[in-house]
């Protein structure tokens, strides 16, 4: 009689479940027992729950599916919570399932028992406990239905080990499919397009959700029916429309002062699938213009921050949404295409002006910007490119130039060990395509373990790491923050000894060299990426120089070290 441990590997099959990824515990011990008497479902290992919670996140974004993992208990769940911050940001759809003593014994603090769900509850969008078999395929039809309904994001069930080896529940689970935001109100869009259309300078910002939604189409139709540029959210994860659109002009700034002035010129902002601001940290003043009305359009409700007040929110399914907006504004008027030819015009010598700024490199040392040049060199446009390189590959996106939805992620979330981890993911959903990773010295280190999934599963992907010795971004932060450039202190460099970070990669069975001259790039990078082709290689290059300072969270003149 199969027990509720097979029954669970069922559902999750019946929902298209492909994979678990997972770092198991005695709890887990019927569960991975149930997986090795099936074939259907694969279990992935992580050797640390940061990786384990990386690699779903990257299967999960890249395929547009929900990923499954499995950890141990409050240990398994506390070693979590980054890699659910960062689904959660970034509205991954994840089911987290999570071991638990008896649960007879909860009440007595046992050894392998606990409060397993509060840790999670500040990121979780659901969490539950079935303390009875019959309570199994509830809480998972609704947890399933929850992760996947917009916006998606990460939810979590314990399994009580009671529950897991009891006689499987006799229903089986019916797929419960995706949840869709509701339709939007005719006489809403009929409001909004009206706007558009007496907007003397509208502008398109254009969030993560729109690669989420699949609609980037649209949403490029609307910019052109508009003439409106269109601009990036921050912190952008995804690739929501085709960087080669001409009227794409880039990312919005981190701050809200910056947000402010970039936008002075609009009377009409139009955010979609974003939250309006996610910001970096404190600016003086209001985020946007008084003369800079706000309109959101997302599949739940706006995220706002402080003092934005948008004229109009609609909650709605973003492609009937996009659809019927550009469907009311009819073709671009006069006014639209001559809007349109002005930021075509911009755009174009912007960029050109944007790639001949990256500095080029002179002397023997590999500068952030060589990195990035030589990087830009060899990464082609079918490649998956995952970027947590931070300082070092800033110019990287600026260099690499358009990239088509689905060929870049980046790091949404604030938890560093992502990248490697999320990496892994993708090359394992897509062993059609190589993924490149981009990484610096010191992110690279919360998600490591992932290497040796990539190695064990023989998986096309090539990690490049950016070593310059430390936190240059914490470095550069400290420069804007103090006004010195070359102060000593703590915390912000490993040093002493430095990492040998090839001789890690290869201790977790992954080939890796290592490279510090500029001379020697090119062909260091060549190599590893030949490598690539047959499975994960690394590359350390070794970086000299630092980056400029950067503006610290608090605007320099609230901070007592700069009044
Ligand atoms: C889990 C976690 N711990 C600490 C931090 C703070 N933090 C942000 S950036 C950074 C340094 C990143 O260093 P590296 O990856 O080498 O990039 P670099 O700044 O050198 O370009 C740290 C420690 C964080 N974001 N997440
Ligand atoms: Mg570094």
């Given at each position: 009689?199969?027990?509720?441990a097979?029954?669970?590997i069922a559902?999750l099959a019946a929902?298209?479940v492909a994979i678990?990824f997972?770092?198991?515990g005695?709890?887990e011990?019927?569960?991975?027992?149930?997986?090795?008497?099936q074939?259907r479902?694969?279990?992935?290992?992580?050797?640390h729950?940061?990786?384990v919670?990386?690699m779903?996140?990257g299967y999960?974004?890249s395929?547009?599916t929900?990923a499954?993992?499995?950890?141990h208990v409050?240990?398994?769940i506390?070693n979590?919570l980054s890699?659910l911050?960062?689904a959660a940001?970034?509205?991954?759809?994840?089911?987290?399932t999570v071991g638990?003593?008896?649960?007879g014994?909860l009440?007595?603090?046992?050894?392998l028992?606990?409060d397993?769900?509060s840790p999670a509850a500040?990121?979780?969008?659901?969490?539950?406990?079935p303390?009875?078999?019959d309570d199994l395929p509830?809480v998972?039809?609704?947890?399933?239905?929850?992760?996947?309904t917009?916006?998606?994001?990460?939810?979590?069930v314990?399994?009580?080990m009671?529950v897991?080896v009891s006689?499987?529940?006799d229903v089986?689970h019916?797929?419960?499919?995706w949840g869709?935001?509701p339709?939007?109100?005719?006489?809403?869009?009929?409001?909004?397009a009206?706007r558009l259309r007496?907007a003397e300078?509208?502008?398109v910002?254009?969030?993560d959700?729109v690669?989420?939604a699949g609609v980037?189409r649209?949403?490029?139709?609307l910019?052109?029916r508009l003439?409106?540029?269109m601009?990036?959210e921050p912190?952008?994860s995804?690739v929501?429309?085709?960087?080669n659109?001409?009227l794409?002009?880039?990312p919005l700034?981190?701050f809200g002062a910056?947000?402010?002035?970039?936008l002075?010129?609009?009377?009409?902002?139009?955010?979609i699938?974003?939250p309006?601001?996610?910001?970096?940290g404190?600016?003086?003043g209001?985020t946007?213009?008084v003369?800079?009305?706000l309109?959101v359009?997302?599949?739940g409700?706006?995220?706002?921050?402080?003092?934005?007040d948008?004229?109009q929110a609609?909650?709605?399914?973003?492609v009937?949404?996009s659809d019927a907006l550009?469907?009311a504004?009819?073709p671009?008027d006069?006014r639209?295409l001559?809007r349109r030819?002005?930021?075509?015009?911009?755009?174009a010598?912007?960029r050109r002006a944007q790639?001949?700024?990256?500095?080029?490199?002179?002397?023997?040392?590999?500068?952030?910007?060589g990195f990035?040049?030589?990087?830009a060199?060899?990464i082609g446009?079918?490649?998956?490119?995952v970027?947590?390189?931070?300082?070092?590959?800033?110019a990287?996106?600026t260099?690499?130039?358009p990239?088509?939805?689905g060929?870049w992620y980046a790091?949404?979330?604030?938890a560093l060990?992502?990248?490697?981890?999320?990496?892994v993911?993708m090359a394992?959903?897509?062993?059609e395509?190589?993924?490149v990773?981009?990484?610096?010295d010191g992110s690279?280190?919360f998600?490591?373990?992932?290497l040796w999934t990539?190695?064990?599963l023989?998986?096309?992907?090539?990690?490049?790491?950016?070593?310059?010795?430390?936190?240059?971004?914490l470095?550069a932060?400290?420069e804007?923050?103090?006004g010195?450039p070359?102060g000593?202190?703590?915390?912000?460099?490993?040093?002493?000894?430095?990492l040998d970070?090839?001789?890690?990669?290869?201790?977790?069975?992954?080939?890796a060299?290592?490279v510090?001259?500029a001379?020697?790039?090119?062909?260091?990078?060549g190599?590893?990426?030949a490598?690539?082709?047959t499975?994960p290689a690394?590359?350390v290059?070794?970086?000299?120089?630092?980056?400029?300072?950067?503006?610290y969270?608090?605007?320099?003149?609230h901070?007592?070290?700069?009044?």
């Amino acid at each position: 009689m199969p027990d509720t441990a097979d029954w669970l590997i069922a559902a999750l099959a019946a929902e298209g479940v492909a994979i678990v990824f997972g770092n198991p515990g005695s709890t887990e011990l019927p569960l991975v027992d149930a997986f090795a008497r099936q074939n259907r479902v694969r279990y992935v290992l992580g050797l640390h729950e940061t990786s384990v919670m990386g690699m779903a996140d990257g299967y999960a974004q890249s395929t547009g599916t929900m990923a499954v993992v499995n950890v141990h208990v409050q240990p398994g769940i506390a070693n979590s919570l980054s890699g659910l911050i960062n689904a959660a940001r970034a509205r991954v759809p994840v089911l987290v399932t999570v071991g638990q003593q008896v649960t007879g014994m909860l009440n007595e603090q046992p050894f392998l028992g606990g409060d397993v769900l509060s840790p999670a509850a500040p990121f979780a969008k659901g969490l539950w406990e079935p303390r009875r078999v019959d309570d199994l395929p509830w809480v998972l039809a609704r947890a399933i239905r929850l992760a996947r309904t917009p916006p998606y994001g990460p939810v979590v069930v314990s399994l009580p080990m009671d529950v897991l080896v009891s006689d499987a529940p006799d229903v089986a689970h019916t797929p419960v499919g995706w949840g869709r935001a509701p339709a939007p109100d005719a006489p809403e869009i009929a409001a909004l397009a009206a706007r558009l259309r007496a907007a003397e300078h509208p502008v398109v910002l254009v969030g993560d959700g729109v690669a989420h939604a699949g609609v980037a189409r649209q949403v490029a139709a609307l910019a052109e029916r508009l003439g409106a540029p269109m601009l990036g959210e921050p912190w952008a994860s995804r690739v929501s429309v085709h960087a080669n659109h001409p009227l794409w002009s880039g990312p919005l700034p981190i701050f809200g002062a910056e947000i402010r002035e970039r936008l002075g010129a609009n009377d009409l902002a139009i955010a979609i699938g974003m939250p309006t601001f996610r910001l970096f940290g404190s600016s003086p003043g209001p985020t946007l213009d008084v003369a800079t009305a706000l309109v959101v359009v997302d599949e739940g409700p706006p995220e706002l921050s402080a003092g934005v007040d948008p004229i109009q929110a609609i909650e709605a399914d973003l492609v009937l949404t996009s659809d019927a907006l550009v469907a009311a504004l009819g073709p671009a008027d006069r006014r639209a295409l001559a809007r349109r030819d002005a930021v075509v015009a911009t755009r174009a010598a912007a960029r050109r002006a944007q790639r001949r700024a990256v500095p080029v490199a002179h002397g023997p040392g590999i500068t952030p910007a060589g990195f990035a040049r030589g990087l830009a060199g060899v990464i082609g446009p079918r490649d998956i490119v995952v970027d947590e390189s931070l300082t070092a590959g800033r110019a990287l996106r600026t260099l690499l130039g358009p990239r088509a939805p689905g060929s870049w992620y980046a790091h949404r979330g604030s938890a560093l060990g992502w990248g490697l981890p999320a990496a892994v993911g993708m090359a394992i959903a897509h062993p059609e395509r190589r993924v490149v990773c981009t990484h610096g010295d010191g992110s690279l280190l919360f998600g490591i373990h992932a290497l040796w999934t990539a190695a064990r599963l023989g998986v096309r992907l090539a990690v490049i790491v950016a070593d310059n010795g430390g936190y240059e971004i914490l470095r550069a932060g400290m420069e804007g923050m103090t006004g010195h450039p070359d102060g000593e202190w703590p915390g912000l460099a490993i040093r002493d000894p430095g990492l040998d970070i090839a001789q890690i990669a290869r201790g977790f069975g992954v080939p890796a060299d290592a490279v510090s001259d500029a001379s020697e790039l090119a062909g260091a990078l060549g190599r590893v990426m030949a490598r690539a082709a047959t499975g994960p290689a690394v590359l350390v290059v070794r970086i000299v120089g630092t980056t400029p300072a950067i503006g610290y969270p608090i605007a320099p003149q609230h901070h007592p070290a700069r009044a």
